[in-house]
Every structure is written in C-alpha cells, then in structure tokens.
C-alpha cells in the first residue's frame, strides 16, 4: 500500500492576523500624515500667491512715474503718484488683495475689506538717494489680522525702486 503524501501549502490564521496587524499600522501612520501634509500643501499655496503678490507691487513701483505737480488726476488706478504720497507722510502704506491677486478695498482701509485674503504693508527706508530708494515690502496673510505675530504667514521682500 502507497501513501500518497500531499503537502498543501495556506498561511495560518496567526500569520494572516500578523500581516494585518503590519498593514493596519502602517496605514494609521500614513492617515496620521495626511492633515500635516495639507495643511502644508496650503501654506505652500499661500506663498506662491504672496510671492505674486510682491511682484506685482515691485513692477508697479518701478513703473510708477513721478509727475509734475496738477497732473496727478491722469494717472490710473490706486497706484497714481504713490512715490510723491510715501515722500510726503513718510509712513508704511497698506494694500489689500484678493485670493486671485487683484487689489481690493483703498490705500490704508480699515478694516480689511471683506474679501481681502492678502495684506500687504510697504515702508520706504529712508535716507532715499536721488536715483534709488528702498522698499520694505511685507504680505501676511490673512488680511484681517494687522498683528504680525498672529498671522497665518508672511513673506518680506526688499526691493530697489525708481531707477
């Protein structure tokens, strides 16, 4: 008489706990991750648009053009003469922009407007030489909050205008 001698080949009920005991604690170390990395997704978001931000008010200072006194009614927009306005009060300036980057609200409103995102505070450091002055520019965000030790964020640029 011949026995016949199979060996079937299966995992164990304890291996296939084991193995999802392993599983199970790697996927709670993943999900644990997952609120970390959004919210940093978000802040990265925040200063790109801040870093937008900033190059759009260093491209309109270096575009801005002093005109000669009376003439000031034909410049366009917010940013008409604002060289002259900074020289004259020499204190910082406060724009406000929406999550697109478009400016809302007017200079130094208070409170923020309503669908402000941005704050952006711009300080000329003085003494200006006769062909270069230099810009503090600072955007936190969010807009609301004026105390820059409980923003959100906040990106400082210094830039070299009237050239």
């Known amino acids: 008489m011949k026995r016949s001698s199979r060996i079937t080949a299966a ?10 005991g392993v599983a199970a604690f790697a996927l709670i170390a993943v999900m644990g991750m997952l609120p970390i990395g959004l919210k940093t ?5 925040n200063q790109t648009k801040a870093n937008a931000v900033v190059s759009q008010i ?4 270096r575009a801005d053009v002093r005109l000669p006194p009376g003439q000031a009614s034909k410049a366009e927009g917010e940013w008409a003469n604002l060289h002259g306005h900074w020289l004259a009060r020499a204190v910082p300036d406060t724009l ?9 609200g007017t200079v ?11 704050r952006a505070t711009i300080t000329y450091l003085f003494p200006p030489t006769a062909t270069t002055s230099i ?6 965000w ?15 640029m210094f830039a070299a205008v009237n050239r």
Do not use: C, M, W
């Open 11 to 20: 995992f164990s009920l304890v291996e296939i706990v084991l193995a999802l």
């Open 96 to 104: 406000f922009f929406t999550n697109e980057g478009d400016q809302t």
């Open 142 to 156: 969010p807009a609301a909050q004026s105390d820059l030790t409980k923003v959100a964020g906040s990106i400082d």
């Open 58 to 61: 260093i491209d309109d200072l």
């Open 41 to 45: 997704q978000q802040a990265s978001v």
């Open 108 to 118: 130094n409103q208070s409170p923020a407007p309503p669908d402000a995102v941005f």
């Open 135 to 140: 810009a503090k520019i600072t955007v936190s």
